[in-house]
């Protein structure tokens, strides 16, 4: 049961111009969301974040939205530069009850290209 | 930012062997770590949190005998995969949460890439 899903695996992007990347979420439990680009065989960056009380959040070039009602986050990127390629995976967190614990679950991750 | 260091970055070892991941946070104190998986080309897949002072919780299917985690201190959890199979070769990640201020961020170590002959 894939909780996070990012249903686009990759995306191209002119320079200059806004990426676009999304990611859908399930279960309504989640409270906090994050951001993180990845190269391979390197740990994931964090990038930027978003509690589930706001629907925006803004960091330089990087701003997340979040659409509660429709269980949709996506993180926008301006102006795209070429250095921005790589792997960037949203990630949903909740508390487990039972546990005590939080649990960070990953979506499946988009591929970006940006070309020069 | 924060500052999660992990080791080593890559290990070869022969079948039946142990080894043993380091994940350390260098410049803040995490309660919690959690340790990830990942295959090629597909995303980052919990095993386990890890709870200092406290035992590990794992994820479904993830074996704890194999897969032994020790939280001993704030700033450090280690990983140690028993008895290594092929199976296991994988490249895997720590990560360590950190909580400032009402906002909490997710910091991840540089990764271990397992090989296991």
């Known amino acids: 049961d894939q909780q996070v899903k990012q249903n686009s695996p990759s995306l191209s992007v002119q320079e200059g111009r806004i990426s676009i990347l999304n990611c859908d979420y399930t279960?309504?439990?989640?409270?906090?969301f994050l951001w993180y680009k990845k190269y391979p065989a390197e740990g994931p960056t964090f990038l930027i974040s978003i509690s589930s009380i706001k629907d925006k959040n803004e960091d330089g070039r990087f701003t997340v939205f979040l659409n509660k009602s429709a269980k949709h986050l996506s993180l926008h990127i301006v102006p795209s530069q070429p250095g921005d390629s790589a792997v960037y995976f949203c990630?949903?967190?909740?508390?487990?009850?039972?546990?005590?614990?939080?649990?960070?679950?990953f979506g499946t991750g988009t591929r970006l290209k940006v070309l020069a | 930012g924060a500052v999660v260091s992990q080791h080593p970055s890559w290990v070869i070892c022969k079948s039946g062997t142990s080894v043993k991941i380091e994940c350390r946070s260098l410049d803040f104190q995490a309660t919690t770590m959690f340790w990830y998986r990942q295959f090629p080309k597909q995303s980052l897949m919990l095993m386990a949190t890890?709870?200092?002072?406290?035992?590990?919780?794992?994820e479904q299917g993830v074996e704890k005998d194999k897969f032994l985690i020790n939280h001993a201190s704030l700033t450090l959890s280690t990983l140690t995969v028993t008895s290594a199979h092929p199976e296991d070769s994988s490249f895997y990640i720590c990560?360590?949460?950190?909580?400032?201020?009402?906002?909490?961020?997710?910091?991840f170590g540089s990764g271990t890439q397992l090989s296991v002959l």
């Open positions: 990630a949903a967190k909740r508390f487990i009850t039972t546990s005590g614990t939080y649990k960070y679950i």
């Open positions: 990560s360590a949460r950190d909580v400032w201020g009402g906002d909490e961020k997710l910091f």
């Open positions: 890890s709870n200092e002072g406290s035992k590990a919780t794992y």
């Open positions: 279960n309504s439990m989640f409270d906090y």
